[in-house]
Nanobody
Framework: VQLQASGGGSVQAGGSLRLSCAAS????????MGWFRQAPGKEREFVAT????????YYRDSVKGRFTISRDNAKNTAYLQMNSLKPEDTAVYYC?????????????????WGQGTLVTVSS
């Protein structure tokens, strides 16, 4: 299983970015997808997750109402739309997938990880 994250960049506070995660190596729609982030000097943390069929999604509280996770199973790609970005959203963002279909907020459930894409939000 390979995951390729892209779409990071530098934006001012209040701006938007859309991250993409292209997956290969197995049937994409059978498994969940998650987005995590790691800020400098901090531990990696959960951001959002979506089930294999795209029906269920969950978010960390600090991004609810601003971020939206989605997936296009025909394109084997997951997305994270990030609006109203804040400086505290600055981090390397990672996409990941597990061997489960249902959405999971637990980092330890995820087996396969992309390489990360840097998001920098300036005030």
């Amino acid at each position: 299983v390979q995951l390729q994250a892209s779409g990071g960049g530098s934006v001012q506070a209040g701006g938007s970015l859309r991250l993409s995660c292209a997956a290969s190596g197995r049937t994409f729609s059978n498994y969940n997808m998650g987005w995590f982030r790691q800020a400098p000097g901090k531990e990696r943390e959960f951001v959002a997750t979506i089930s294999g069929g795209g029906v269920n999604a969950y978010y960390r509280d600090s991004v609810k109402g601003r971020f939206t996770i989605s997936r296009d199973n025909a394109k084997n790609t997951a997305y994270l739309q990030m609006n109203s970005l804040k400086p505290e959203d600055t981090a390397v963002y990672y996409c990941a997938t597990s061997n489960m279909r249902w959405a999971s907020i637990r980092l330890n459930n995820y087996t396969y990880w992309g390489q990360g894409t840097l998001v920098t939000v300036s005030s």
